[in-house]
């Protein structure tokens, strides 16, 4: 199946420098997001880090052995953030969320760690694929807030980042596609700033109109944290 996608990432109104990264591949069908944290350069050079990994990566035919290779691709890069960060920062965290996607054929998959997130929108409707590894999921999975309380808070702590911790754990899920798929990667500076009718009638447009559209959306509002987007979409140019 062939595939279309655009991507752009900017460090929004306030921010004073961009520690977000994107990786966007149509030919190998591979995507992500990555949201650099840890303040003077760390999240910068955590994000770069793990969009370089991506980029020297050779992806196998099968979608299982090319989800292995990102999966130790990701940890590698876990372990030199932590090596690194030991050696120049002082022991602080150099860390980083990151969504990714990688697709051949009718099926998907995405891994991730933090709050960066995927969306796929499949005709009338948006639907998010990951879930955010923060506080308030967390309570949510052990019922300890209800549905309604976690759509009413609003945190930036998250529990898992490459570079957070010694053992990475990165959740994963498969999905089918289908032909006129749309995806959405995205951090959360995105996804904080606009609604999902906002990201809904974006994603109505071509690939490209679509990561501009919502890029101007976010940057004509707040844009209080850095912003990136991807959009990828199966089978044809437009929804």
């Known amino acids: 199946m062939e595939w279309f996608s655009a991507a752009d990432t900017h460090r929004g109104n306030h921010r004073p420098r961009n520690e977000d990264a994107v990786f966007c591949s149509s030919e190998r069908k591979l995507w992500a997001v990555a949201d650099g944290m840890g303040g003077h350069k760390a999240g910068e050079y955590a994000s770069e880090q793990i969009a370089q990994g991506l980029t020297d990566l050779s992806l196998p035919g099968e979608l299982a052995d090319c989800v292995d290779v990102i999966e130790d691709c990701l940890l590698e890069v876990n372990d030199h953030l932590r090596h690194h960060a030991r050696a120049n920062c002082d022991g602080n965290t150099v860390g980083s969320t990151v969504v990714t996607l990688v697709a051949r054929d009718d099926a998907a998959v995405a891994l991730?760690?933090?709050?960066?997130r995927l969306y796929r929108l499949r005709g009338r409707h948006l639907t998010q694929i990951t879930r955010d590894h923060n506080p308030v999921s967390d309570l949510l999975d052990s019922g300890g807030v209800t549905e309604e309380e976690a759509m009413a808070a609003d945190t930036n702590i998250i529990t898992r980042a490459v570079g957070g911790q010694r053992e990475l754990?990165?959740?994963?899920?498969?999905?089918d596609v289908r032909e006129g798929d749309t995806l959405l990667l995205c951090s959360d500076g995105?996804?904080?700033e606009l609604t999902n009718h906002d990201?809904?009638?974006?994603?109505?447009?071509?690939?490209?109109e679509a990561v501009n559209t919502l890029m101007a959306a976010c940057l004509g509002g707040e844009a209080r944290d850095n912003v990136s987007i991807v959009v990828a979409r199966a089978g044809y140019d437009h929804a």
């Open 112 to 116: 991730w760690a933090g709050d960066s």
């Open 169 to 175: 754990h990165l959740d994963v899920a498969v999905f």
């Open 190 to 192: 995105l996804y904080r």
């Open 199 to 208: 990201l809904f009638d974006a994603l109505q447009q071509d690939v490209d």
